[in-house]
């Protein structure tokens, strides 16, 4: 299984992107998504998650700007972004747990990341 995302670019601060993560490969189940980031010289910070059941949450930074989401339960989902910060700026990353057999386990799975620039 290989997560992807796309999306990432170059916005101007107060504009929209909408970052995509797809799942290639078979697996049997999909149990929640999340999406993360990271700047140079600083941790991973979790952005937004989603469960299996469509349950979401927030970093206080990006709660009423972002909206995490998913229309396929074989589907990691979107990040749709809205008034972008300069602040916002940093890779961005897919995450989901998969299932590849039943019972088999659920498992973390990660995308290769896409910038996200923010800047005028």
């Known amino acids: 299984v290989q997560l992807v995302e796309s999306g990432g670019g170059l916005v101007e601060p107060g504009g929209s992107l909408r970052l995509s993560c797809s799942a290639s490969g078979s697996f049997f189940s999909l149990n929640g998504t999340g999406w993360y980031r990271r700047v140079p010289g600083k941790e991973r910070e979790l952005v937004a998650v989603?469960?299996?059941?469509?349950?979401?949450d927030y970093a206080d930074s990006v709660k009423g700007r972002f909206t995490i989401s998913r229309d396929d339960t074989k589907n990691p989902g979107y990040l749709q972004m809205n008034n972008l910060k300069p602040e916002d700026t940093a890779v961005y990353y897919c995450?989901?747990?998969?299932?590849?057999?039943?019972?088999?386990?659920?498992?973390?799975?990660w995308g290769q990341g896409t910038q996200v620039t923010v800047s005028s």
């Open positions: 989603i469960t299996g059941s469509g349950t979401t």
């Open positions: 995450n989901a747990k998969i299932e590849v057999r039943s019972g088999w386990g659920v498992y973390d799975y």
